[in-house]
């Protein structure tokens, strides 16, 4: 079964940094588009960046993280993270790892990690 895990949210202070891990299980990373989302609070769940690793990566960040957040995989540990640094209050959100099968589009979630900023 695919499974992801996230974890490493927690308390930040405006211009910290702060790396997510997403635990992926029951699939390789080659047949399916990795991406995190972020929800705030009385927000849309909003796709932050996203990663395709296939003959090559592949990278997506939407404008407001795309200097501030790094997604990458690590295939032998099975993990896709996001470094963020230099976060902002906008940062605030449950953060979650979603995965998609490439083929026929299916999305898999994980169950999110919290991400609060504040000073």
């Known amino acids: 079964q695919v499974q992801l895990v996230e974890s490493g949210g927690g308390l930040v202070q405006p211009g910290g940094s702060l790396r997510l891990s997403c635990a992926a299980s029951?699939?390789?990373?080659?047949?399916?588009?990795m991406g995190w989302y972020r929800q705030g609070p009385g927000k849309e769940r909003e796709l932050v960046a996203s990663i395709v690793s296939t003959a090559g990566v592949s990278r997506y960040y939407v404008d407001a993280v795309k200097d501030r957040f790094t997604i990458s995989i690590d295939d032998g540990k099975a993990t896709v993270y996001l470094q963020i640094k230099s976060v902002k209050s906008e940062d605030t959100g449950m953060y979650f790892c979603?995965?998609?099968?490439?083929?026929?589009?299916?999305?898999?979630w994980g169950q999110g990690t919290q991400v609060t900023v504040s000073s």
């Open positions: 979603k995965a998609r099968r490439i083929y026929n589009n299916e999305d898999y």
């Open positions: 029951g699939f390789t990373f080659s047949n399916y588009a």
